[in-house]
């Protein structure tokens, strides 16, 4: 099959869509002359032209309104984020237009947009430029959350999350764009609110999302030489959340470890773990351990960044203590 | 409003050897950061300020170490000019624990309360009202200090300018608002972000005191910005200054410009502000070329100190982690 990068998947679904719906429209900060700052939308503009592909002032609140309002009358906007910490700036129109407007409309006005960007870490950029926000967003009822981790699952689920008539959150990594992948030629839509083993395993369960999913491959292969067969959970959307498999692969291996690289608190790991112990309490052989970035801003020193953040040394150390195997 | 000052002083030969001093010092310490970040020894985001000196410089010499300062990522210069030293900045571009902010900030954030430097900030915007904030505690406390606030043309465009423009007007806050107009905000440039390009003209939308000053020369800046200073300090309120100067490099490290003609960079740099108080010096025969020469002499000698200074420090031992998130001793974090 065909091998591209990620930042190619994702711009050959804003174009397959773009094409297919003339309501379909990008708005961003560099995305149309500079060709995006991360060149996800490389040659957009030359093929869209300006009407579709929009560059804005950095003026985050109000183009994420301004999407929110062009949504209401019709349009489909896809709205980016050159990175989710700047989404702060606009979050009000993002919780309190885009998640609430249909249901205090009483079903009249459904937003169907799309606010995508990179979220989390990327390498050493300092407090304000590596936050997490898959939490943040998964909180919030009325919003979808979408974390693909390689480029066919990227794909698949933008072009869903554009075809999706409520608003979606769809969230990228820096570090992923250049991942190259396999991704078929031919069309398909991968749907919101499943997940995907993306390893099968008996023993323990390691459940992720985003980049991470990625560091928890590479743990699962240290794991098998030391004889330990992790199944692997990607859970692809934060909202909604694919509990059934979850709990269905908690049950057969008995011990699950969850990694998340954003703060501990009030994190999806925590969410996870409730669901679990609800629904699968008899089955569980040890405690539910989780892999978190450190309950502390992220700074710019390597080694500090290298004591915070998962690593797979850090899980395979967690999965062992889930299996007594210390 | 937008008329220029009659210059009728020579300034001293000590005000004009600081000027060329600090802006040499900027010029220099961000030559060797950009060579040090392509060595991979400074990593992440690093935005240099090569060709703006003259506006830290200038506005550095219009207020006193009391006063405040505020500004956003691009934060080199105007930490060198409030006078933290080299070293301090080097080892936090290194990521050092002898680094203006432990090694915590990088290039983006570096901090010195003890000189009244309240930041580097990354939020493109976010500043502007951090200033005003700065400059009603300062009212507050019925102090006659000023803070001065920058940012960039790119962030005149955000909400959070107008809305602290608006109260700053309205409550005489002592403010100078600095936009930096480098012409370009990443690859936008001015005129793609907006049908105002006189970006000082914004301030007259809230009837504040407002002009556009030439960032090339160091004296016009340090003229605007004395005034606005007074006018603070008096307790008159807020001036917004849109300075116009211009980056010789990218946006960041990463960035190639090709936004940008050759052209009009090389246009710029036959302005450059160093280049200008050297010859004001020379002319004026306020100092012989061997002093201007002793001067660069001395630069190389703090650079490569400053450099040596960082490889030597020792970066934050892994249990800084969880130092400086609170200012409570003993916060109970999350360790499991
Ligand atoms: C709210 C926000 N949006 C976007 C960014 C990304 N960004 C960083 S710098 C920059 C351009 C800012 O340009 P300008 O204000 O002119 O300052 P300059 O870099 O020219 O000094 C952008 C878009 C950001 N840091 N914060
Ligand atoms: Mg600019």
């Given at each position: 099959m065909r091998i591209i990068q990620f930042r190619e998947a994702l711009r050959e679904a804003m174009q397959e869509e773009m094409r297919r719906d003339p309501n379909v429209f990008l708005m961003g900060e560099e995305v149309a002359e500079y060709n995006g700052a991360y060149k996800v939308s490389q040659g957009m503009l030359e093929e869209f032209g300006s009407k579709r592909v929009i560059d804005t002032p950095i003026s985050e609140l109000g183009f994420a309104g301004i999407g929110v309002g062009a949504a209401m009358a019709g349009l489909r906007p896809i709205i980016e984020f050159?990175?989710?910490?700047?989404s702060l700036v606009a979050i009000d129109q993002v919780v309190n237009s885009a998640a609430k407007m249909l249901s205090m409309s009483g079903g009249q006005y459904n937003i169907p947009i799309v606010f995508r960007g990179p979220s989390g870490n990327a390498g050493q950029l300092g407090a304000q430029h590596s936050q997490c926000f898959e939490n943040w967003y998964a909180n919030c009822p009325g919003l979808k959350v979408v974390t693909p981790s390689n480029p066919y699952d990227a794909k698949g689920l933008l072009k869903t999350a554009i075809r999706d008539n409520d608003p979606v959150i769809f969230m990228e990594s820096e570090l992923m764009y250049g991942n190259k992948g396999e991704v078929p030629e031919h069309e398909y839509l991968i749907p919101i609110g499943k997940a995907d083993i993306k390893k099968q395993g008996s023993d323990v369960t390691i459940v992720s999302f985003g980049k991470m999913v990625n560091l928890c491959l590479e743990a699962c292969q240290a794991l098998e030489s030391e004889g330990i067969q992790a199944e692997m959970i990607d859970l692809m959307s934060l909202r909604p959340i694919d509990y059934d498999t979850l709990v269905q692969s908690v049950k057969k291996t008995n011990r699950c470890v969850i990694v998340e690289e954003s703060w501990p608190l009030a994190a999806i790991a925590g969410e996870l773990t409730y669901m679990i112990q609800k629904r699968a309490f008899d089955y569980l052989d040890a405690p539910i351990l989780r892999v978190t970035g450190s309950d502390v801003p992220l700074p710019y020193a390597p080694t500090l960044i290298e004591a915070y953040l998962p690593n797979v040394k850090k899980i395979v150390h967690a999965v062992k203590q889930v299996m007594y195997r210390n | 409003m937008a008329k220029k000052n009659v210059k009728i002083e020579t300034y001293s030969k000590e005000v004009t050897l600081r000027w060329y001093h600090q802006m040499m010092l900027m010029r220099r310490f961000e030559e060797k950061a950009g060579q040090l970040y392509g060595q991979q020894k400074i990593r992440g985001f690093c935005h240099l300020y090569i060709g703006q000196e003259a506006v830290a410089a200038g506005v550095e010499s219009a207020i006193t170490p009391e006063d405040y300062v505020i500004t956003a990522y691009r934060d080199h210069g105007q930490a060198l000019a409030r006078g933290v030293s080299a070293r301090a900045c080097m080892a936090e571009l290194y990521g050092k624990i002898t680094g203006c902010s432990k090694g915590k900030g990088g290039s983006m954030h570096f901090f010195s309360k003890e000189h009244n430097f309240l930041g580097g900030h990354g939020i493109v915007g976010g500043q502007i009202p951090l200033g005003a904030g700065v400059a009603f505690a300062i009212k507050y406390r019925e102090e006659k200090k000023v803070c001065i606030c920058f940012f960039g043309d790119g962030a005149a465009r955000q909400g959070a300018l107008h809305e602290a423009f608006n109260m700053a007007m309205m409550w005489k806050l002592p403010v100078v608002f600095i936009c930096e107009n480098n012409l370009y905000a990443m690859g936008t440039s001015v005129e793609r972000s907006s049908n105002v390009t006189d970006i000082w003209k914004i301030g007259l939308a809230y009837d504040m005191p407002a002009e556009p000053v030439n960032g090339m020369n160091v004296i016009e800046v340090h003229e605007a910005t004395t005034k606005a200073v007074q006018r603070a300090k008096n307790g008159e309120g807020p001036t917004l200054l849109e300075i116009k100067t211009y980056r010789y490099r990218g946006h960041s490290m990463s960035d190639p410009a090709k936004y940008r003609t050759k052209e009009e960079l090389e246009k710029y740099k036959e302005l450059d502000p160093i280049a200008n108080i050297k010859s004001y010096i020379l002319e004026n025969q306020l100092a012989k070329v061997e002093e201007i020469e002793a001067i660069d002499e001395e630069i190389k000698t703090i650079i490569a100190d400053c450099v040596d200074f960082a490889e030597k420090s020792p970066y934050p031992d892994p249990s800084e982690l969880y130092n400086d998130v609170y200012a409570e001793p003993n916060y109970p974090f999350i360790m499991e």
């Open positions: 050159m990175t989710f910490n700047f | -």
